[in-house]
């Protein structure tokens, strides 16, 4: 591919993801949309989904950023569920999903029908979790949707692997599928040990955060290839990797953290914004294929494959989430009551995303014996209708299920009051270590810095109390954020003086650049304390 139509797919995804920010449509579903649209306008270049390029370069920095995102001891609180989904639910709707498949349409082999059940059975949790914090579902059902997309695409991979050897002609046997099964997952998982532990000792002794986050950005890929050589999970190396950084992460310096969560936020923007938009222009791909299939009898296929996966989920979810509790008291001890609308939010939130339709562009042409893959491109047409019909359907009423079920939502002020009482605490900590500090001759200092040194402590003390207080009747800001809002016009009198004085040559760039670094600091700071209260 020429570098300006990558450009291009670049800019115009990122310009639609933006756009999508601003209305109640979820970014992928307008993403798809656009590319739906795009991909018959005249002039526009041909985009094919290349499964070498998604699958090693694509997936694992999204899965590493997923990782490191997510809560190390919130999904060890929910082990059970999460494998449930995420290893059991996958094999079984592979299935269950390619089962029902080959009833449908006969003359799909069993075989080739469970190549698809393997290609369709991973939900992408992207959309389904970006709407589940959007309207404050419990952070439990968020949590177990986080966890499923980290390890399920890993289940799917390996199935598929196997699927396909048994499809081809390879004569994989039950025993030799669940053996290459163990060895991926316990492979990748080995793998993600051995390189967790030097990785994040490299992180923490690199000195220099510019070297620290070109290391962040080659630890998924390096992860992934890794496990890869060896034949084992490429996936399950970088979410385990990607766990143990992330729960670590405050032990490395704040420059690296700064630099490295807004490298990953560009990085995460742009990979998911064209994913889904090459979700959108495989559609000519897969239908110039169908071949000896009608459009007519495929679409009727399609709907037929979207139901059995829609209720596959189901026929999983609900006894997966209520038959451990019946027969174990531990679990009932251990773990919250549920009660029916959690597993319904589960169920409906199986959407399938761009690992599908990569991982069904991989399927091989031919089988051993040289003969065409049997019904290779009504699979892909199948994954495509079915990645397309879960994204508008179900991502477009999750947001209303969520809504008429009423479940019980996240509290602001309650969160608002724990984050309060952390900092009170942090806060004498930090005041009693002061103490101590200036106590030795080796840390004097003038009056006015050892003030102000109590004074920051008192405001982030401060700070967060005040957001539960009373609000300007004419602005309708807390203390704090009026605060904050002077503090950035001050801020900006203070650059625009410094640049005056650098057009006057009475300070050099260098030295405007390393004045302008200091209070782009201060503004970040000021951000990321409006970030945490609108979250």
């Given amino acids: 591919m020429d570098a300006l139509p990558l450009v291009a797919l670049i800019a115009v995804s990122a310009v639609v993801a933006a756009a999508a920010r601003r209305t109640p449509v979820p970014p992928p579903l307008l993403l798809v949309a656009v590319g739906l649209v795009a991909e018959y306008i005249p ?9 070498h390029i998604v699958l090693p370069l ?18 060890r609180a929910n082990a059970r569920p999460v494998a449930l989904l995420s290893v059991g639910y996958v094999l079984f709707a592979t299935v269950a999903v390619g089962y029902l498949t080959h009833l449908l349409v006969p003359e799909l082999p069993l075989t080739a ?10 939900p992408d949790a992207v959309a389904a979790t970006a709407i589940a914090r959007r309207l404050g579902l419990p952070s439990r059902i968020t949590t177990i949707l986080q966890g499923e997309s980290l390890v399920n695409d890993a289940t799917a991979i390996t199935a598929f692997k196997v699927a396909v050897a048994a499809a081809v002609g390879e004569g994989m046997s039950w025993a030799g599928g669940i053996g290459e099964f163990a060895l991926a997952a316990l492979g990748g998982v080995g793998v993600g040990l051995l390189l967790m532990v030097p990785i ?25 290839a890794a496990a890869e050589q060896v034949h084992a999970s490429g996936v399950l190396a970088v979410v385990v990797v990607g766990l143990y950084l992330g729960h670590r992460r405050w032990q490395v310096d704040f420059a690296t953290r700064l630099q490295e969560e807004a490298v990953w936020k560009m990085v995460a923007f742009i990979l998911e914004s064209v994913v889904f938009a090459l979700i959108g222009l495989q559609l000519p791909y897969v239908l110039e294929g169908l071949g000896a299939y009608g459009i007519g009898e495929s679409l009727g296929y399609a709907l037929g494959v979207f139901v059995f996966v829609v209720v596959v989920r189901y026929v999983w979810v609900f006894p997966a989430t209520f038959l451990p509790r019946r027969l174990s008291a531990r679990i009932r001890r251990r773990e919250p009551d549920v009660t029916w609308k959690a597993p319904v939010i589960v169920g409906w939130a199986g959407m399938r995303g761009v690992v599908s339709l990569a991982i069904a562009f991989s399927i091989p042409l031919t089988t051993e014996a040289g003969e065409p893959f049997p019904g290779r491109n009504l699979i892909l047409f199948l994954t495509f209708t079915t990645v397309i019909g879960t994204l508008v359907v179900q991502g477009l009423t999750l947001p209303l299920l969520i809504r008429a079920l009423r479940l019980p939502q996240r509290d602001p002020r309650a969160e608002t009051l724990a984050e ?14 002061l103490d101590e500090l200036l106590a030795d001759e080796r840390n004097t200092l ?27 009747e004419i602005t309708g800001e807390s203390a704090d954020a009026t605060y904050r809002r002077l503090a950035g016009e001050m801020i900006e009198a203070e650059r625009a003086v410094f640049v005056r004085l650098r057009d006057e040559r009475r300070i050099d760039d260098e030295m405007m ?6 209070l782009d600091l201060e503004e970040a700071a000021a951000y990321r304390e409006e970030d945490s209260d609108s979250a």
Avoid: C, M
């Fill in 200 to 224: 994040h000792w490299l992180r923490t002794h690199l000195k220099e955060a510019l070297l620290q986050n070109t290391l962040s950005l080659l630890i998924p890929f390096v992860a992934y």
């Fill in 113 to 122: 029908a469970l190549v698809l059940g393997a290609v369709i059975a991973p």
């Fill in 58 to 75: 694509v997936l694992p920095p999204l899965l590493h950023l997923a990782a490191l995102d997510s809560s190390y001891l919130d999904l």
């Fill in 420 to 433: 309060a009482q952390a900092q009170s605490e942090a806060s004498r900590a930090a005041d009693l270590r």
């Fill in 513 to 518: 650049r390393t004045l302008l670094r200091r």
């Fill in 446 to 472: 003038p009056g006015p810095l050892e003030e102000r040194l109590r004074t920051v402590l008192e405001r982030r003390r401060n700070a967060v109390w005040e957001r539960l207080g009373a609000v300007n």
């Fill in 43 to 51: 002039g526009v270049p041909d985009y094919t989904l290349d499964p």
